[in-house]
């Protein structure tokens, strides 16, 4: 009877001890998560509206600054790299604002760098934040050799991405005159695959003077007569 009564109470003490255990790793779990989990409901307004002006390519300029405050709180709260993504890609919307004057202009783009370079140092493989960096750059008139590191890693991490393609084809012919050869290579690489995979896109840039055909007879007559020819004689639809 008293071998019973002990085995009853240890086992009591047990389930109280197991209990207690996993009441507390409970507490300890949530306590852990819920900054990430609040850092994430506060950014929700951020992510829907990035996600309207990809589909719509309009944004309420006068709810830039809100969603801006918004996106540095999430950062505040929980400093993951997918919020600094959003406040670069905020900044750089404020940046194209041209009721804003020039200075504050130019601020947000610099903001816009910052941000995009703290998401590369923790994501590297990240081309379309490479990119920005190096529109932004260009944009604000740096020099070659700091728009260069940063628009081949945009190459070097996503070299077939579509959505990228054609900017960064822009881009690198704009600052072809100032590239080493490395650069070269990779644009020009850059220059076939978007020829290859978009080739109604950038006809229709080339008609447009988005990129300038001097520069693409440039890039690749030497390597590839054939696709001049092409692009001269304004090719095949193929997307």
Do not use: C
């Not at 140092?121 to 081309?127: D, E, I, L, V």
């Amino acid at each position: 009877m008293q071998l019973d009564t002990f085995m009853t109470g240890k086992s009591s003490l047990y389930r109280y001890t197991l209990m207690l255990t996993v009441g507390l790793s409970a507490v300890v779990l949530l306590t852990l998560s819920w900054p990430r989990l609040r850092a994430s409901l506060n950014y929700l307004p951020v992510d829907t509206a990035i996600s309207n002006y990809w589909k719509t390519r309009q944004i309420d300029n006068a709810q830039l600054d809100g969603l801006i405050k918004k996106a540095e709180e999430s950062i505040a709260i929980y400093n993951h790299y997918r919020y600094q993504a959003g406040l670069s890609e905020l900044k750089i919307l404020s940046g194209q604002d041209m009721s804003r004057s020039l200075w504050q202009r130019r601020q947000a783009m610099e903001d816009a760098i910052k941000a995009a370079e703290n998401v590369v140092r923790h994501a590297p493989a990240r081309p379309r934040e490479w990119l920005r960096i190096a529109r932004a750059k260009e944009f604000l008139a740096y020099p070659a050799e700091e728009i260069m590191p940063a628009f081949k890693m945009s190459i070097l991490t996503g070299r077939v991405e579509p959505t990228l393609m054609l900017m960064r084809l822009e881009l690198g012919l704009r600052q072809l005159p100032m590239m080493d050869d490395e650069a070269v290579r990779l644009l020009r690489d850059q220059a076939l695959l978007t020829w290859a995979n978009q080739k109604r896109p950038m006809q229709k840039r080339i008609e447009s003077g988005h990129l300038n055909i001097n520069q693409l007879r440039e890039l690749l007559a030497e390597s590839n007569p054939d696709v001049v020819r092409e692009m001269d004689g304004g090719g095949e639809d193929n997307g």
